[in-house]
């Protein structure tokens, strides 16, 4: 990787004599040494000097290359290694002349615990850091997810609570009663009969039903030629429930695995609808606005969003496409060579594919529209609110802050902005709230207002136009004094008091400049907007708030039992999933706990129980 041309000796003449012909991945910086966009290039000096060369560019590219200060190259070897290195660096680095795609993490998955004796199947989120099987992800909702489950867990009957509840069973419970479980935890069902529920579980999930139901008919007739009529019938219920579970799912003419990918655009706006086809089934779709500075071609639009898409993802072995994309052959080499097999993106269909894809292609046009008349709506209360607050200019950004307590314990403090998109969740803030006298709002929202607003003085963050406070003239004042300290006496701070009634629409607004109280009339767009600001601040803070209770609550109980230490504590809430759990556990189960001795186990069991060890 070359050093990057500076600022002060960034000479473009000389920069573009110093480049390579070879493939690579370029970056280009601004005066505050931020990456403003990423490209790849089969031909490093080619590509970089086009951007200097044209009078005629479009007035996006001109504003970018005008910000230039820095350029830095990677080479590579291949034209395909830019492409994936390209790919990856736009992920991390979120430049904002490039298409992204955003933050896409956290589908859900549904989990095996394949390694224990009696698996337990469950709804998984997050890291892969337990032994077992991982099946997704699924990109539907957490919901969908979770009665798929209940759906599949009335036609196998594997078990879904947690190791600790599992672990501690002395008869059925009620997932026994209504025959979604059969009960392995008091020894009703044995393991090998228990296992053919788990390996149905699993064919299913890797997309085998149509087989699941062959095998299940076979042993069906089978068992009634025994006169063994009870399992004939669960066998007869297990495919009645599966073919249902299939016909919500199935894809007529598909048998494998694949994902459909189109798009619409309207000016730098754009939807990208993706359909998910496993083993013929669809599983979910879902729909994508990629974050863009300028309009773009379809095509070029696609392609960064598979580029980034698919990264630490499966991949299908087939991708079809509403609209052919630039370097189709390197994508599809991307995509194998993070596959591990072959990838083929097809854009050219006819028949039932062309009618799926059009579909997609209609819900992706949909869903724009639905997302422009939405930041229409949100532009027009912005211009409204400027005109009621008497703005020299129509705000652009907006921030509120707003506390959550228990009785003053455990303070959260938080911090939500709005543009004239909507919200900007990537620049949520929540702040946990030390050193202040229980209960005193004012000192809190003050640390948490100084805390934020020092990066702003520094330059790291941008400032809002109006700064919204949950609360009344005291809480205006403590948050002013704050600005005060640091030099931003200029930013407006405008209080947000519940009316006589506390009912919505009689809210007061108190400018900090006047103190004088501002009604605006129940009905008014700019009201609307205020009121979504300071609930959406009220609920992140309740969620932080909530979070940080849950954590003291798990450490402080755990904490007072003396001789368990930091590891043990981990490896018991590692154990038993939380607090709840492990004061439902005898003490032999707790022993059972590595580095818990059987000493130790019954204190833990007499902490919880308020006995006397």
């Known amino acids: 990787m070359s050093p990057p041309h500076t600022a002060a000796a960034f000479d473009i003449d000389a920069f573009l004599g110093t480049l390579t012909q070879r493939p690579g991945v370029y970056r280009m910086l601004?005066?505050?040494?931020?990456?403003?966009?990423?490209?790849?290039?089969?031909?490093?000096?080619?590509?970089?000097?086009?951007?200097?060369?044209?009078?005629?560019?479009?007035?996006?590219?001109?504003?970018?290359?005008?910000?230039?200060?820095?350029?830095?190259?990677?080479?590579?070897?291949?034209?395909?290694?830019?492409?994936?290195?390209?790919?990856?660096?736009?992920?991390?680095?979120?430049?904002?002349?490039?298409?992204?795609?955003?933050?896409?993490?956290?589908?859900?998955?549904?989990?095996?615990?394949?390694?224990?004796?009696?698996?337990?199947?469950?709804?998984?989120?997050?890291?892969?850091?337990?032994?077992?099987?991982?099946?997704?992800?699924?990109?539907?909702?957490?919901?969908?997810?979770?009665?798929?489950?209940?759906?599949?867990?009335?036609?196998?009957?594997?078990?879904?609570?947690?190791?600790?509840?599992?672990?501690?069973?002395?008869?059925?419970?009620?997932?026994?009663?209504?025959?979604?479980?059969?009960?392995?935890c008091v020894g009703l069902i044995d393991a090998a009969a228990y296992a053919e529920d788990v390996r149905n579980t699993v064919a299913f999930l890797e997309g085998e039903g149509g087989h699941l139901i062959d095998t299940l008919a076979q042993r069906?007739?089978?068992?009634?030629?025994?006169?063994?009529?009870?399992?004939?019938?669960?066998?007869?219920?297990?495919?009645?429930?599966?073919?249902?579970?299939?016909?919500?799912?199935?894809?007529?003419?598909?048998?494998?695995?694949?994902?459909?990918?189109?798009?619409?655009?309207?000016?730098?706006?754009?939807?990208v609808r993706m359909v998910f086809i496993r083993g013929g089934q669809?599983?979910?779709?879902?729909?994508?606005?990629?974050?863009?500075?300028?309009?773009?071609?379809?095509?070029?639009?696609?392609?960064?969003?598979?580029?980034?898409?698919?990264?630490?993802?499966?991949?299908?072995?087939e991708i079809l496409l509403?609209?052919?994309?630039?370097?189709?052959?390197?994508?599809?080499?991307?995509?194998?060579h993070e596959a591990g097999h072959a990838v083929k993106l097809s854009a050219r269909l006819r028949g039932e594919r062309a009618r799926r894809v059009q579909m997609a292609v209609t819900n992706a046009q949909h869903d724009l529209a639905l997302k422009l008349a939405s930041r229409r709506d949100i532009h027009a209360r912005f211009l409204e609110l400027g005109e009621a607050l008497h703005c020299p200019q129509p705000p652009h950004r907006l921030e509120c802050f707003d506390i959550s307590h228990t009785q003053?314990?455990?303070?959260v403090a938080s911090c939500v902005v709005f543009d004239r998109q909507g919200p900007v969740k990537s620049a949520y803030r929540r702040f946990n709230i030390e050193g202040v006298p229980p209960g005193d709002d004012y000192a809190a929202l003050a640390q948490a207002t100084a805390r934020r607003y020092q990066r702003i003085k520094g330059g790291e963050i941008e400032a809002p136009d109006i700064l919204f406070i949950d609360g009344g003239k005291g809480q205006v004042a403590a948050v002013r004094e704050a600005l005060a300290a640091l030099d931003l006496d200029a930013l407006r701070i405008i209080g947000v008091a519940k009316g006589p009634d506390r009912k919505p629409g009689m809210e007061v607004l108190i400018p900090a400049e006047t103190g004088q109280p501002l009604l605006l009339?129940?009905?008014?767009?700019?009201?609307?907007?205020?009121?979504?600001?300071?609930?959406?601040?009220?609920?992140?803070?309740?969620?932080?708030?909530?979070?940080?209770?849950?954590?003291?609550?798990?450490?402080?109980?755990?904490?007072?039992?003396?001789?368990?230490?930091?590891?043990?504590?981990?490896?018991?809430?590692?154990?038993?999933?939380?607090?709840?759990?492990?004061?439902?556990?005898g003490v032999d189960a707790l022993s059972r706990v590595e580095g818990i001795s059987q000493q130790l186990a019954q204190r833990i069991y007499d902490t919880f129980h308020e006995r006397e060890p």
């Open 322 to 336: 509403s609209h052919p994309v630039e370097d189709a052959g390197l994508l599809e080499d991307m995509l194998a």
């Open 220 to 271: 069906m007739e089978q068992a009634a030629a025994r006169l063994d009529f009870e399992r004939a019938a669960r066998y007869r219920d297990q495919i009645a429930s599966l073919r249902t579970l299939l016909e919500k799912q199935a894809v007529h003419g598909e048998h494998g695995d694949l994902d459909i990918i189109a798009c619409a655009l309207e000016g730098n706006v754009a939807c």
């Open 30 to 184: 601004d005066d505050q040494g931020e990456v403003i966009y990423i490209g790849k290039a089969k031909n490093l000096k080619k590509r970089v000097s086009s951007y200097f060369s044209p009078k005629d560019a479009p007035p996006k590219q001109q504003a970018m290359v005008a910000r230039i200060r820095a350029i830095d190259v990677t080479v590579t070897q291949t034209e395909g290694e830019a492409l994936l290195l390209e790919s990856q660096l736009i992920k991390r680095y979120q430049p904002r002349y490039n298409i992204l795609l955003r933050d896409d993490k956290g589908y859900p998955f549904i989990y095996i615990s394949t390694h224990q004796e009696f698996p337990r199947v469950a709804f998984h989120r997050g890291a892969k850091a337990k032994p077992g099987r991982y099946f997704g992800p699924y990109p539907t909702s957490a919901d969908t997810v979770r009665r798929n489950l209940k759906l599949l867990q009335k036609t196998f009957p594997v078990r879904q609570c947690e190791d600790s509840f599992y672990a501690n069973r002395s008869r059925p419970c009620l997932e026994y009663q209504i025959e979604r479980c059969t009960a392995p």
């Open 408 to 411: 003053g314990e455990q303070t």
């Open 521 to 585: 009339p129940p009905h008014s767009a700019a009201l609307h907007l205020i009121q979504q600001i300071r609930d959406e601040a009220h609920r992140f803070a309740i969620t932080g708030h909530r979070q940080r209770r849950a954590k003291a609550k798990q450490q402080s109980t755990l904490d007072t039992i003396a001789g368990l230490g930091p590891k043990r504590r981990q490896q018991l809430l590692r154990q038993f999933g939380g607090l709840r759990e492990i004061s439902r556990a």
């Open 282 to 317: 669809q599983i979910g779709d879902r729909s994508f606005f990629p974050a863009m500075q300028d309009s773009h071609e379809p095509g070029s639009l696609l392609a960064a969003f598979i580029g980034q898409y698919y990264l630490g993802k499966p991949i299908p072995k």
